[in-house]
């Protein structure tokens, strides 16, 4: 295991200790017993969204944000996580992901914020390196923007992935939204209908669906929402702004519908109100996982 401090002078002088380490590192099943999974979200820094609330730096620190996960991956009941290559190699070289699942987050070259950000382009893990590494999947932005014509090479670069992954029985983890572009800015539409508009684009998305899972927001009348697909689905936590009672509130009730299984969190468990990460990551894990 490394310390935080120690990881740039292996990068410096020992490369090749993330190589070696993906080939060694201790692998699990996918979901255990339950079949749920939670998932700690790590890939929102490459995409230039670092705010929590109203912190617009909040994930600007990697030493903060990896002692952070590390806390959170310690936790009994965290399955795994989700991120870039620069975040999993850390997360590796410091012996976090032994026994985890680790999922490779695929495109972020829709940067937040820019006048291409419809334009998700695939600029981290691609099938073949998740493959290669011992990655147990990956996971796709799908922004379904009618107005702009971005979306389209984004839907065919998402379906190539989904079939390559699935071509070596790897997860596809597709977040799919409805979205628009007002005043310069895009919005994700979060209505149910818009979501269920989402869902059927992005089941639709490959050759085959067998290993697809979604990654959905937490709407309004979900049990209509979820009635509109039989693929397994985690839902992510978003940019948290409202009491983490009423969120924890949310999830519990949604995790009862039965194409559920689980959670992908990022901000709202690294970065509680009250800094106790451990504490909201056991509370997540207990809803998960009862």
């Given at each position: ?12 002088r020992?490369?090749?200790?993330i ?20 998932i ?21 620190s ?13 936790r ?6 989700l ?17 985890k ?6 495109n ?28 147990d ?61 989402s ?17 959905l ?8 929402v ?65």
């Amino acid at each position: 295991m490394t310390d935080i401090a120690g990881l740039t002078e292996i990068r410096v002088r020992e490369p090749r200790r993330i190589v070696d380490g993906w080939a060694a590192r201790k692998r699990r099943d996918l979901v255990g017993a339950d079949g749920r999974l939670l998932i700690v979200a790590a890939d929102h820094p490459a995409r230039a969204a670092l705010g929590v609330r109203g912190d617009r730096l909040a994930m600007a620190s990697r030493t903060a944000l990896l002692a952070r996960l590390a806390t959170a991956l310690s936790r009994p009941g965290v399955d795994g996580v989700l991120g870039t290559p620069d975040v999993l190699d850390d997360l590796l070289l410091m012996g976090a992901l032994e026994n985890k699942v680790a999922i490779g987050s695929m495109n972020r070259g829709g940067l937040q914020g820019a006048v291409f950000e419809f334009d998700d382009r695939f600029t981290a893990y691609t099938p073949g390196e998740i493959v290669a590494r011992g990655l147990d999947g990956g996971k796709m932005l799908t922004r379904i923007c009618l107005g702009d014509p971005a979306t389209a090479a984004t839907l065919e670069a998402g379906g190539q992935a989904i079939t390559a992954l699935a071509d070596h029985g790897l997860m596809a983890m597709v977040e799919p939204f409805l979205s628009v572009r007002d005043d310069g800015k895009v919005r994700n539409l979060l209505d149910p209908d818009s979501t269920i508009t989402s869902i059927h684009v992005a089941a639709g998305l490959g050759a085959t669906s067998r290993h697809t899972w979604l990654k959905l927001p937490v709407v309004d009348d979900l049990p209509r929402v979820m009635d509109a697909t039989t693929l397994p689905t985690l839902l992510l936590g978003g940019d948290p702004s409202g009491h983490p009672d009423e969120t924890y509130a949310a999830w519990g009730r949604a995790l009862d519908l039965p194409a559920v299984r689980g959670l992908v969190v990022g901000r709202a468990l690294l970065f509680p109100p009250d800094g106790d990460v451990a504490a909201a990551v056991d509370t997540a894990a207990g809803l998960v996982h009862g």
